[in-house]
């Protein structure tokens, strides 16, 4: 009988997945451990009983070959999202830039952004474990030169999973390099993660099913999705645009960089409010929504990547991928999460 190598992949984001699959074709024996209640990461979904949201990723280009390629595997779950034509807005929610042609298609997928990774996930399903954080990354007592995770789940139940080969990192580069200090593993992969930067985002989700009232078909602006140049807000969009979404109007708002670095330790009530103000002088949306929520991502986009696509260290069998490795994009976590994989195979 041939022994398959197994392999621990931390993270069922794109990146994780990506790299989950493609060592899974290569025949090597996976694992994923996902701290989440579902896979997708940052390319989340959220639920509401208006309609879901991209609370995380909004939409993604396909610049990348082997990106193209791989969506072929799902053919019609992506459509291109009209939003190509994005606005640019003053401070004071004035089309600044009209229509800036976008270099290439907004893509999204149907019914919500977090059906891409969920179906490349499906036939994974057995080998994925969801609800489990690694909490420690440990020699495996049983034979040195494998490795053995520590585990802690939604009910704080721990676990130990071992023989392990490989591990590897599909998290946000500080949540990664935390992991591996806290571990005590000196792998050559941790330095290099120091110099990654990550910013935050505070996001705002809004629901208006009044405006579906005979005669009026949405409310606010002609426009979908806008960049802005408010102080507080990056970029807004109606969600209830997007291909294969409820028509209810629906819009998610994505603070700053700076602002939302500026208010990371703000409670959700305080956020809500002031996006909630934004929102309404950019918009001219003044109605009462009928559905909010806020949500803080503490690691949203890379502002100084690795510059390399991976890393791996071959002798201690440890490696990392994701968005932050290249950039700060869904293609870059998937070129990421399939050149570990690559490599590792
Ligand atoms: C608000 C926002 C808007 C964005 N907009 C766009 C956009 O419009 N277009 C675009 O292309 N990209 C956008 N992005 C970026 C895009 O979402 C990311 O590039 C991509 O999803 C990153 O995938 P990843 O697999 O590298 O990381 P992630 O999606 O972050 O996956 C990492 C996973 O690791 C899990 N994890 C972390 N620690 C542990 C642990 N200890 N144990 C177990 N699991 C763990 C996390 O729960 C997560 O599921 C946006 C991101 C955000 C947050």
């Keep these: 009988m041939t022994y398959s190598r197994r392999v621990a992949i931390v993270g069922a984001g794109m990146a994780g997945v990506a790299c989950a699959r493609t060592l899974a074709q290569a025949g090597l024996d996976v694992a994923v451990f996902e701290k989440g209640s579902s896979v997708s990461g940052r390319m989340a979904t959220r639920e509401s009983p208006f309609g879901t949201f991209d609370h995380g990723a909004q939409y993604f280009t396909v610049r990348d070959a082997r990106f193209a390629q791989a969506l072929e595997t799902v053919p019609g779950l992506c459509?291109?999202?009209?939003?190509?034509?994005?606005?640019?807005?003053?401070?004071?929610?004035?089309?600044?830039?009209?229509?800036?042609?976008?270099?290439?298609?907004?893509?999204?997928?149907?019914?919500?952004?977090?059906?891409?990774?969920?179906?490349?996930?499906?036939?994974?399903?057995?080998?994925?474990?969801?609800?489990?954080?690694?909490?420690?990354?440990?020699?495996?007592?049983?034979?040195?030169?494998?490795?053995?995770?520590?585990?802690?789940?939604?009910?704080?139940?721990?676990?130990?999973?071992?023989?392990?080969?490989?591990?590897?990192?599909?998290?946000?580069?500080?949540?990664?390099?935390?992991?591996?200090?806290?571990?005590?593993i000196a792998a050559e992969v941790s330095q290099p993660m120091k110099g990654v930067q990550m910013a935050p985002c505070w996001t705002l989700v809004l629901a208006f099913p009044n405006a579906m009232q005979p005669g009026m078909s949405s409310l606010g602006p002609q426009w979908n999705a806008a960049r802005s140049t408010h102080h507080r807000m990056a970029w807004l969009a109606r969600e209830s645009s997007k291909p294969g979404r409820k028509s209810i109007e629906r819009w998610t708002v994505q603070a700053s960089a700076a602002w939302s670095q500026e208010h990371l330790d703000d409670d959700n009530a305080r956020v809500e409010a002031k996006l909630l103000k934004a929102f309404a002088e950019v918009t001219?949306?003044?109605?009462?929504?009928?559905?909010?929520?806020?949500?803080?991502?503490?690691?949203?986009?890379?502002?100084?990547?690795?510059?390399?696509?991976?890393?791996?260290?071959?002798?201690?069998?440890?490696?990392?991928?994701?968005?932050?490795?290249?950039?700060?994009?869904?293609?870059?976590?998937?070129?990421?999460?399939?050149?570990?994989?690559?490599?590792?195979?």
């Design 79 to 184: 459509k291109p999202w009209s939003a190509n034509t994005v606005r640019v807005l003053d401070e004071h929610g004035r089309v600044a830039a009209a229509s800036l042609p976008a270099k290439d298609s907004h893509w999204v997928p149907r019914p919500a952004m977090s059906a891409l990774v969920s179906r490349w996930a499906q036939p994974l399903s057995e080998q994925i474990h969801l609800q489990t954080r690694v909490t420690r990354i440990e020699r495996d007592p049983m034979n040195h030169q494998r490795w053995q995770l520590r585990t802690e789940g939604a009910d704080d139940a721990q676990q130990v999973f071992c023989g392990f080969d490989a591990v590897l990192l599909a998290t946000p580069a500080p949540q990664a390099h935390d992991l591996l200090v806290s571990s005590h």
């Design 284 to 345: 001219g949306i003044r109605a009462q929504p009928a559905f909010t929520q806020t949500h803080r991502w503490r690691y949203a986009k890379t502002m100084q990547p690795l510059g390399a696509s991976h890393l791996w260290d071959a002798k201690a069998g440890i490696g990392a991928c994701g968005d932050w490795c290249i950039g700060h994009r869904v293609e870059d976590a998937f070129i990421s999460g399939l050149e570990l994989a690559l490599r590792v195979a």
